[in-house]
């Protein structure tokens, strides 16, 4: 019975850790003709300086992986922003007060919030057909933010977050 324990609390703790994405693309598109890339010129992230090159770094790195070659006249742009959030809590501590008598009863309850706040970090990744200027993929990633975190620690969290983003490129088409 102890270890069905422990195996929730693992979970518990492990799924506040994860990047969940969602795509959307323009399902007219033919994605075998991008094969080049690069980035708006006055791309706002809305990342820190030291993020927004450790996250360009890690997603040129992953780009290159898939065949892709950064390139001053590109197939498509990239556009990347993204906010941060405080995450409803949804874990809290009910204390209550009851009684009852005679046909006669009453209760009073408070919910006390359990836990850190929970920062939630939203990125978005855009990819632009570069000749059309037409928006042909989409992604959003959301994924718990920690302000305390090393360089070290925040580097493989936007590592996780583009990995996780590029397995959904190209969209794969449904007919």
């Known amino acids: 019975m102890k270890s069905i324990g422990?195996?929730?609390l693992i979970l518990l703790f492990s799924s506040c850790h994860v990047v969940r994405v969602q795509t959307d693309y323009e399902k007219e598109t033919d994605f075998s003709n991008y094969s080049t890339y690069n980035y708006y010129n006055d791309m706002e992230t809305g990342l820190s300086e030291l993020d927004q090159k450790r996250l360009i770094k890690t997603l040129d790195l992953a780009m290159q992986t898939k065949g892709f070659l950064l390139s001053?006249?590109?197939d498509f742009l990239v556009n990347i922003q993204s906010a941060i959030y405080q995450?409803?809590?949804?874990?809290?501590?009910?204390?209550?007060?009851?009684?009852?008598?005679?046909?006669?009863g009453g209760g009073v309850s408070v919910?006390?919030?359990?836990?850190?706040s929970n920062l939630q970090r939203e990125i978005q990744f855009d990819f632009v057909d570069s000749q059309k200027d037409m928006l042909i993929w989409q992604a959003i990633s959301k994924s718990h933010l920690n302000e305390n975190a090393t360089?070290?620690?925040?580097?493989?969290?936007?590592?996780?977050?583009?990995?996780?983003?590029?397995?959904k490129y190209p969209a794969r088409t449904r007919k």
Request: aromatic share 4%; no cysteine; hydrophobic share 30%.
């Open 6 to 8: 422990y195996l929730w």
């Open 72 to 74: 001053e006249e590109p």
């Open 87 to 104: 995450a409803p809590r949804n874990n809290t501590v009910g204390v209550g007060v009851g009684g009852t008598g005679r046909n006669v």
């Open 111 to 116: 919910g006390i919030p359990v836990g850190q």
């Open 151 to 167: 360089p070290v620690e925040r580097e493989k969290k936007l590592q996780q977050v583009v990995e996780k983003v590029l397995s």
